[in-house]
């Protein structure tokens, strides 16, 4: 299976903040790279699909780049509904898999 | 708008099988895969498996062929079983529509917790 680790596990941030997510695969798996949000409660959902790609409706404050083993998720100008859990998952080879989530917090 | 609604028992006893259902509502059936996903008390999430409307199935080698996928276009259900659970299979269940073109789980449920216990 391939690994996707993510960092960091949790940080905090403030209204407006500017902040960046890492994810790295343990293999190269080209674009095939989607971030989701998901706050307590709440269904998830999709952020970023294609690495690169906003899904219709999510705010360009999001947005994603990388592609092989090393990508960002990185959200300018933080709102107080972003602060949630995201993950990453690929979706190059069966079985899909995530990363373990990185937790953002209001400071 | 998309919706999915997990149900099923919140309760399921050691070494028996647990079975959840799916209904979607506000789409096409159709063109897509239905998955499920789950995610243990305090861990990360993990892909249990897909199916789409021609009753193709995928699933996560990691659960040891206790998978069984099926759907029912008729009531816009799909549904899982997985059998001869433990402690270790209790988790926050999710239902899912992924795309085909764009391999992206873009439709989630709210989650049903699961519990395995006697």
């Known amino acids: 299976d391939i690994q996707m680790t993510q960092s960091p596990s949790s940080l905090s941030a403030s209204v407006g903040d500017r902040l960046t997510i890492t994810c790295r695969a343990s293999q190269s798996i080209s674009s095939h790279l989607n971030w989701y949000q998901h706050r307590p409660g709440k269904a998830p959902k999709l952020l970023i699909y294609?690495?690169?790609s906003l899904q219709s409706g999510v705010p360009s404050r999001f947005s994603g780049s990388g592609s092989g083993t090393d990508f960002t998720l990185s959200i300018s100008g933080l709102q107080p509904e972003d602060f949630a859990i995201y993950y990453c998952?690929?979706?190059?080879?069966?079985?899909?898999?995530f990363g373990q989530g990185t937790r953002v917090e209001i400071k | 708008q998309v919706q999915l609604q997990e149900s099923g028992p919140g309760l399921v006893n050691p070494s028996e099988t647990l079975s959840l259902s799916c209904t979607v509502s506000g789409g096409s059936f159709s063109s897509y895969y239905w998955s499920w996903i789950r995610q243990p008390p305090g861990k990360g999430l993990e892909w249990i498996g897909y199916i789409n409307f021609r009753g193709t199935t995928k699933d996560n080698p990691s659960l040891k062929s206790r998978v069984t996928l099926s759907i029912d276009m008729s009531k816009n259900q799909f549904s899982l079983r997985l059998t001869s659970v433990t402690a270790a299979d209790t988790a926050v269940y999710f239902c899912a529509r992924e795309g085909v073109a764009v391999a992206a789980i873009d439709y989630w449920g709210q989650g049903t917790l699961v519990t395995v216990s006697s």
């Open positions: 998952q690929q979706s190059y080879n069966i079985p899909w898999t």
């Open positions: 294609g690495a690169s």
